[in-house]
């Protein structure tokens, strides 16, 4: 099998290095993660690589099962983060879909298996937790 795309990218993650990340992009790259957010163009996704590894300690990605058919890689990876305030967020479900062309990665999509029910959404008036824990609005 060829040299994967999406591990090569998973360890530049890993090693919370954002211009690694950019090195595998093309110039016209998109990225979308797992909370929704999207950025378009090599600047773009850059800052949003370096926006959510700036809230990093550390991050590990362990490939599970990965395939590919011609320039389209779709792999289930478990991510595990520590965040700067050291909490632990681990094991989390995690597949990734890696579009190449000639001149790198041009699209990435993250889908995370960790979304609260449809049922269990906050209304204006309640306060927002993450990982537990309230998070103040100021």
Same mark, same amino acid.
């Given at each position: 099998?060829? $040299?994967?795309?999406?591990?090569?990218?998973?360890? +530049?993650?890993? &090693? *919370?290095?954002?211009?690694?990340? /950019?090195?595998?992009?093309?110039?016209?790259?998109?990225?979308?993660?797992?909370?929704?957010?999207?950025?378009?163009?090599?600047?773009?996704?850059?800052?949003?690589?370096?926006?959510?590894?700036?809230?990093?300690?550390?991050?590990?990605?362990?490939?599970?099962?990965?395939?590919?058919? $011609?320039?389209?890689?779709?792999?289930?990876?478990? +991510?595990?983060? &520590? *965040?700067?305030?050291?909490?632990? /967020?681990?094991?989390?479900?995690?597949?990734?879909?890696?579009?190449?062309?000639?001149?790198?990665?041009?699209?990435?999509?993250?889908?995370?298996?960790?979304?609260?029910?449809?049922?269990?959404?906050?209304?204006?008036?309640?306060?927002?937790?993450?990982?537990?824990?309230?998070?103040?609005?100021?």
């Amino acid at each position: 099998m060829e $040299e994967s795309p999406l591990a090569g990218l998973l360890s +530049a993650i890993d &090693e *919370l290095d954002v211009d690694a990340v /950019l090195a595998l992009c093309a110039p016209d790259c998109s990225l979308m993660t797992a909370d929704g957010r999207h950025a378009e163009g090599r600047h773009e996704v850059g800052r949003l690589v370096g926006d959510f590894l700036s809230t990093l300690r550390s991050t590990s990605h362990e490939i599970m099962v990965q395939w590919h058919q $011609e320039h389209e890689w779709i792999a289930e990876v478990l +991510a595990s983060y &520590e *965040l700067q305030d050291w909490l632990r /967020l681990e094991h989390l479900r995690r597949a990734f879909f890696v579009r190449t062309g000639p001149a790198g990665i041009r699209d990435v999509r993250v889908y995370g298996a960790n979304e609260p029910r449809l049922a269990d959404h906050l209304s204006e008036q309640q306060p927002m937790r993450v990982g537990g824990r309230l998070v103040l609005p100021l």
